[in-house]
Antibody
Framework: EVQLVQSGAEVKKSGESLRISCKGSGYSFTSYWISWVRQMPGKGLEWMGKIDPSNSNINYSPSFQGHVTISTDKSINTAYLQWSSLKASDTAIYYC???????????????WGQGTLVTVSS | DIQMTQSPSSVSASVGDRVTITCRASQGISSWLAWYQQKPGKAPKLLIYAASTLQSGVPSRFSGSGFGTDFTLTISGLQPEDFATYYCQQADSFPVTFGGGTNVDIK
């Protein structure tokens, strides 16, 4: 079974750093890009960026460029999303999701991780 | 960025009803469109990709159509497990963008 399993919920204070993870299994991890998607409380879905685990090539949404860092460790089939200095406005659920066949333009997401709730208090 | 506009934002329906959700792109995206279902507290689930191709395991009461800028998701014969929020997503170019969502609730 193809699945993405994310790390658990986090409660942090403004200014703290954080890294959350997403571990892939059931498929060749380096064959598919991984994306991160934000969902703020009661709101819709926002694409943050994507990474190619085979070579760590990264593309960020302009809305998130400079605010987060996406990385991967292909030796353990894991992608990461990190912040160096959290803000209260970073409070959200963060999903990782596998991108379809990028070379064929299949830019949809399946499967998704279960989500990681990040709560940042001021 | 390509803007995706979904309508309605909310619809109340009964079991057995036919429900149609529309999604409009701010520019032509050919058939590069996906639909997702999200239930409360759960991750989104891919229902349809390439505008009209049903993802494996998705019931046939779900169907998608459209090309260019106008797309529809139809649920024929709403079931209790279909009450959820539905999102469209343009897959034409990055940054990919999502519609604002349509909440389907019980009348």
């Amino acid at each position: 079974e193809v699945q993405l399993v994310q790390s658990g919920a986090e409660v942090k204070k403004s200014g703290e750093s954080l890294r959350i993870s997403c571990k892939g299994s059931g498929y060749s991890f380096t064959s598919y890009w991984i994306s991160w998607v934000r969902q703020m409380p009661g709101k819709g879905l926002e694409w943050m960026g994507k990474i190619d685990p085979s070579n760590s090539n990264i593309n960020y949404s302009p809305s998130f460029q400079g605010h987060v860092t996406i990385s991967t460790d292909k030796s353990i089939n894991t992608a990461y999303l990190q912040w160096s200095s959290l803000k209260a406005s970073d409070t959200a659920i963060y999903y990782c999701a596998r991108l379809g066949n990028y070379a064929l333009g299949h830019n949809w997401f399946d499967p998704w991780g279960q989500g990681t709730l990040v709560t940042v208090s001021s | 960025d390509i803007q995706m506009t979904q309508s309605p934002s909310s619809v109340s329906a009964s079991v057995g009803d036919r429900v149609t959700i529309t999604c409009r792109a701010s520019q032509g995206i050919s058939s590069w469109l996906a639909w997702y279902q999200q239930k409360p507290g759960k991750a989104p689930k891919l229902l349809i990709y390439a505008a009209s191709t049903l993802q494996s395991g998705v019931p046939s009461r779900f169907s998608g159509s459209g090309f260019g800028t106008d797309f529809t998701l139809t649920i024929s014969g709403l079931q209790p497990e279909d009450f959820a929020t539905y999102y469209c997503q343009q897959a034409d170019s990055f940054p990919v963008t999502f519609g604002g969502g349509t909440n389907v609730d019980i009348k």
